[in-house]
């Protein structure tokens, strides 16, 4: 299946900072998806991009669908304790018959110093 | 909407037993998807179906395991006979309909641990 490469794996950062992550693929995806995990939960859909060049921001969330359709990267400002959790990236194509359609990144694992 | 929900949460057994995990994918979805989570090799498809019908399985690990959804508002997976490597965390998600604009909405996941 398609490889979706995510950096960093994991981010120490302090409270009030600003956060930035990106997620790189060698296949070209149609959508791109933000997703945060908490402890003990699915994950939750934060941001969905549907344009190459799209910029979209959700709060302190910004994230933009690169023009090549092969990356995206997503920004927190502001940082708060309650970021914290496992944000991952997520490239879907569309569904087809026998086809899987959502690609996950490996994960950002984001801890806030308060 | 109450989401998807998955039970039971938190499921413990030996080795050899037969596990079944449940799900209910969010009212007027017709996808419905199952995942598994391990940290080493994070969240990877089993199955989904359209409209009840089995459409892609080929995630599945093994014969061991199996996945049904006898209506729209339900579904299982299972293992038999279980074995340790099987412990990971278990999602469902459903979306609604084909179009891109759509996606998937995860359930809270089921915690599976076979010793």
């Known amino acids: 299946g398609q490889q979706l490469n995510q950096s960093p794996q994991s981010m120490f950062i302090q409270e009030g900072e600003d956060v930035s992550m990106n997620c790189t693929s060698s296949s070209i995806f149609n959508t791109w998806l933000w997703y945060k995990q908490e402890p003990g939960e699915g994950p939750v859909l934060l941001i969905a991009?549907?344009?190459?060049?799209e910029l979209t921001s959700n709060g302190r969330l910004t994230a933009q669908f690169g023009i090549t359709r092969k990356d995206s990267f997503l920004n927190i400002s502001a940082s708060i304790p309650s970021d914290v959790g496992i944000y991952f990236c997520?490239?879907?194509?569309?569904?087809?018959?026998?086809?899987?359609?959502?690609?996950f990144g490996t994960g950002t694992r984001l801890t806030v110093i308060p | 909407d109450a989401g998807v929900i998955q039970s039971p949460r938190h499921e413990v057994t030996e080795m050899g037993q037969e596990v079944t995990l449940r799900c209910k994918p969010i009212s007027g979805h017709d996808y419905l998807f199952w995942y598994r989570q391990t940290m080493m090799r994070g969240l990877e498809l089993l199955i989904y179906?359209?409209?009840?019908?089995?459409?892609?399985d080929s995630g599945m690990p093994e014969d061991r395991f199996s996945a049904k959804m006898p209506n729209a508002s339900f579904s299982t997976l299972k293992i038999q006979p279980s074995e340790p490597r099987d412990s990971a965390v278990y999602f469902c998600?459903?979306?609604?309909?084909?179009?891109?604009?759509?996606?998937?909405?995860f359930g809270p996941g089921t915690r599976l641990l076979v010793l």
């Open positions: 997520a490239g879907q194509i569309p569904l087809d018959t026998g086809a899987n359609n959502l690609f």
């Open positions: 998600a459903s979306r609604q309909g084909r179009a891109f604009q759509e996606t998937q909405y």
């Open positions: 991009l549907y344009k190459a060049g």
């Open positions: 179906f359209n409209n009840n019908v089995p459409i892609d």
